[in-house]
């Protein structure tokens, strides 16, 4: 079941303006009507990343263009991300982010099936936190490459190991291989994420960033429509594994039409020396990945002598995660640690519920693979919806209310989800109440990424993204890793995908999901109450 902030296009001679800089007034003035003279040197400007904390960097001399003019005016025909400046660009990102939405749909209708042939239910947790656990650490290492060489680098490697990782999965003949390509995943998949950031904070000017955000959930539509008719069509006419198999050819013709693109406006890093790697993050990196292995082998085997890996598993991942994110990010601090926590626990106990939920119908209720994972597809038109309304300019003053608003809708969704286990109630009722999550989803996710560009520092860009991705992966990991864990022990991994409702109910095992949505829906509640600390005191 998750970069960005630059001032320079990478074009030579162009440049745009700094999009994080907040501006004195009277430079500001004297800015913008230097601008329109073609005379821009030496400008001062104040950029305020975090609270109390003010950098003062100054413009190249001799900086102009028609992007900086119509940033500063904030208007122009051809100014949109559908504009001609900006066209080709977000085709090819809403492109990468049309492969991954239809692989998460598609991927997550076959898996109940997958799981069973190869005999591997008890692992079913696993070929989801798998693929995080190891997304943690590409994360990091997409942070740290592009700041150092451009967000293309980490994009295309990141493509292909996703693309590797599906044909792993979908060759594997048994289910500690089948894990072990959706691992290969994760790499791919936490590298294109944080570099995916990178593209939109360098690309685009503050003012466009919500439409992109927009852009990416909506991207979503078709997939969770397309994604599990087609998934199931195939999974039953032609076997699970074509799914996995099919889905890399979708990657050769956006890679081959928007490259170029792509390669013009984000492959070069933040003007000045490039950063060196920080080789003690990526080993905080290296030491999380481990330590939620531990973690979840530990749960896997609940017996006295898995304790041992439990407590080492804690000790490695417990200091790591302190310092890959930001400092206060679990006491709640307002502004980006706020920002970064509410994106964890959004996206974890969304993530946790909804991995569980084809399962639980297909084992329960006796739906085909296809019904089960359509239940899911009106949550990702609500998520383009909330994402929609977020990006509504009058609507920025209200970011705090609405990602409190989304997160009591999700956990509310979350919460009804377990009424779909009564067989007096329809099945339907966890479609309706997945359509409610997911507006609640999009107005969370894409705030919280408006506003994490909107505090973060352009020479912070790979770093900042990275821990809100990380933060997004090791909450999934570690809920999805629990209630795998309660999942198993209340006889879950015992149950067998059945064809009919009745032999379903013979085999039923309904406290073991409802161990699973019920505690996911009270730490959506946690978040709801937090919300309002993801801006800063001074704002």
């Known amino acids: 079941m998750a970069c960005p902030r630059r001032a320079v296009n990478g074009s030579a001679g162009r440049a745009i303006r700094l ?6 007034p009277g430079p500001a003035a004297e800015d913008q009507s230097r601008r329109r003279t073609g005379r821009t040197a030496g400008v001062k400007a104040r950029i305020a990343p975090y609270p109390g904390r003010v950098t003062d960097v ?16 904030g208007a122009g025909a051809d100014s949109g991300v559908l504009g001609r400046e900006y066209r080709a660009l977000t085709l090819g990102i809403v492109s990468v982010v049309l492969m991954i939405a239809f692989e998460a749909t598609a991927v997550g209708t076959a898996m109940p099936i997958a799981a069973r042939d190869l005999d591997g239910l008890g692992l079913y947790a696993f070929a989801f936190s798998g693929y995080f656990t190891t997304s943690l ?4 290492v997409s942070g740290q490459w592009c700041d150092r060489g451009g967000p293309l680098p980490p994009l295309a490697a990141g493509i292909a190991g996703f693309a590797a990782g599906l044909v792993v999965s979908g060759t594997a003949q048994s289910m500690g291989v089948f894990v072990l390509g959706r691992a290969v995943q994760g790499l791919g998949g936490g590298l294109v994420i944080v570099a995916l950031y990178v593209v939109v904070g360098r690309a685009y000017p503050e003012r466009l960033r919500p439409a992109v955000m927009a852009a990416f959930s909506a991207s979503w539509v078709v997939p969770s429509i397309v994604g599990p008719l087609v998934s199931g069509t195939v999974t039953e006419q032609l076997g699970w594994r074509w799914v996995f198999l099919a889905i890399p050819v979708l990657v050769v013709l956006p890679l081959m039409v928007m490259l170029p693109a792509l390669r013009r406006a984000a492959h070069t890093p933040e003007e000045g020396a490039p950063q060196p790697m920080d080789g003690r993050r990526i080993w905080f990196a290296v030491a999380l990945a481990a330590g939620a ?30 310092r890959l994110l930001p400092a206060g990010t679990f006491r709640a601090v307002r502004g980006l640690p706020s ?4 994106r964890g626990i959004a996206a974890g106990t969304f993530l946790a519920a909804e991995s569980f939920i084809p399962l639980m119908l297909v084992t329960q209720r006796g739906l085909s693979a296809t019904m089960a994972g359509l239940s899911l597809a009106g949550g990702g038109l609500t998520w383009a919806l909330g994402s929609y309304i977020q ?7 209200v970011r705090g209310r609405m990602v409190r608003l989304g997160m009591v809708l999700s956990a509310a969704a979350i919460a009804a989800v377990p009424l779909g286990l009564d067989h007096a109630v329809p099945p339907g009722i966890v479609a309706v109440a997945w359509c409610v999550g997911g507006l609640g989803m999009g107005l969370v996710i894409s705030s919280l990424s408006v506003l994490l560009l909107k505090v973060s520092k352009p020479s912070d860009a790979g770093a900042n993204s990275a821990a809100l991705q990380v933060s997004d992966s090791l909450s999934n990991v570690l809920l999805v890793a629990a209630a795998g864990t309660v999942f198993t022990a209340l006889g879950g991994g015992s149950i067998a995908p059945s064809a009919t409702a009745v032999s379903a109910a013979s085999a039923a095992h309904p406290a073991a999901f409802t161990a699973v949505f019920v505690p996911a829906a009270a730490i959506a509640l946690v978040g709801a109450a937090l ?3 993801v801006h800063p005191r001074s704002s």
């Open 19 to 24: 999009p994080y800089g907040v501006h004195e």
């Open 391 to 397: 990006a509504r300019p009058r609507l920025e003053a």
């Open 339 to 342: 920002v970064v926590l509410m």
């Open 531 to 533: 919300a309002p600390r």
């Open 293 to 322: 292995v531990l973690l979840q082998y530990a749960g896997q085997d609940l017996r006295p002598l898995s304790l041992l890996p439990a407590v080492l598993g804690a000790a490695l991942l417990v200091p790591a995660a302190l």
């Open 137 to 140: 650490l590409a994360m990091v």
């Open 58 to 73: 100054r413009t190249p001399q001799g900086q102009q263009g028609d992007r900086g003019i119509r940033d500063a005016a």
